[in-house]
């Protein structure tokens, strides 16, 4: 049996702290995603913000990971590599933010839009969105996993659209990424059964076509299969006695 962390009352401040600077990134950095601005400038700003606010960017040297951010465009599903990438009229981008704010890890993300966006894209994002969010809201003590990740998947499908299955969300606190692997898919009564005390991600991924998706040769950049459009939303959680706490919450 793999264990699952269970965290003291103490430790749910610290991530509070960790979670609150993580999303104070993403809300900085609203006024910035404009037509020709590149990734690589939004990475910079990402970077100094954090550092400025006595943290350290998680991502930046993580298993070789070179940026502070990962910043994802159109089809690209997760791990974009900010660059000379330049934000074009009608782009959609995710960005994904983790800061260690005294030991402790914050990791969310959201997504942007540039200019004018067609309305398939807009209820994308929108059903990765509530996706997100309507599964935090089931998310309690005694409840198995596998009906939150059953929900998402079958909520996506029914909005026609489809989840990544090869990328999931993830235990999280003082290690990036921990026990539990957070499925974006499941069967009712199956997975492992939320308790109180735990910290995890939700972060699912969907795509407007096909749910496979592809490594690309730098290692990192992940891709949908088809070329579909992908849009993602993450939150940092910690499970309370009655429910969940959102560490993350911006906007
Ligand atoms: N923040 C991502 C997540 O949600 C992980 C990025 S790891 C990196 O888990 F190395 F790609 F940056
Ligand atoms: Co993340
Ligand atoms: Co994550």
């Excluded at 966006?117 to 997100?132: D, E, F």
């Excluded at 596998?146 to 659209?161: D, K, L, P, W, Y």
């Excluded at 606190?173 to 009712?188: A, W």
Aim: include cysteine; charge should be negative.
């Amino acid at each position: 049996m793999s264990k699952i962390k269970r965290h003291k009352k103490a430790h749910f401040a610290k991530m509070r702290e960790a979670g609150h600077l993580a999303a104070n990134v993403l809300n900085y950095l609203e006024l910035s995603i404009v037509e020709g601005v590149t990734t690589g400038e939004l990475d910079r700003l990402c970077h100094d913000f954090i550092i400025k606010h006595n943290a350290i960017p998680a991502t930046l040297g993580y298993e070789g990971y070179p940026k502070s951010s990962c910043i994802s465009l159109n089809n690209v599903v997760c791990h974009g590599i900010p660059g000379n990438e330049v934000l074009r009229n009608g782009d959609i981008l995710n960005i994904d933010i983790t800061v260690i704010l005294d030991g402790w890890h914050g990791d969310t993300s959201r997504m942007y839009t540039v200019g004018t966006i067609t309305p398939h894209a807009s209820k994308l994002i929108q059903v990765a969105y509530n996706a997100l969010m309507k599964s935090i809201e089931l998310v309690g003590p005694g409840v198995h996993w596998g009906n939150v990740g059953h929900f998402i998947e079958t909520f996506v499908a029914s909005n026609g659209f489809s989840v990544v299955k090869d990328y999931c969300g993830h235990g999280i606190g003082q290690i990036f990424h921990d026990l539990p692997q957070i499925d974006h898919f499941g069967t009712p009564g199956e997975g492992f059964i939320i308790r109180e005390g735990m910290f995890f991600t939700i972060e699912p991924m969907v795509n407007a076509g096909l749910e496979e998706t592809v490594l690309l040769d730098d290692g990192w950049t992940v891709v949908t299969f088809d070329n579909s459009l992908s849009a993602q939303f993450e939150h940092s959680i910690g499970i309370t006695e009655h429910g969940a706490e959102i560490f993350t919450k911006s906007g």
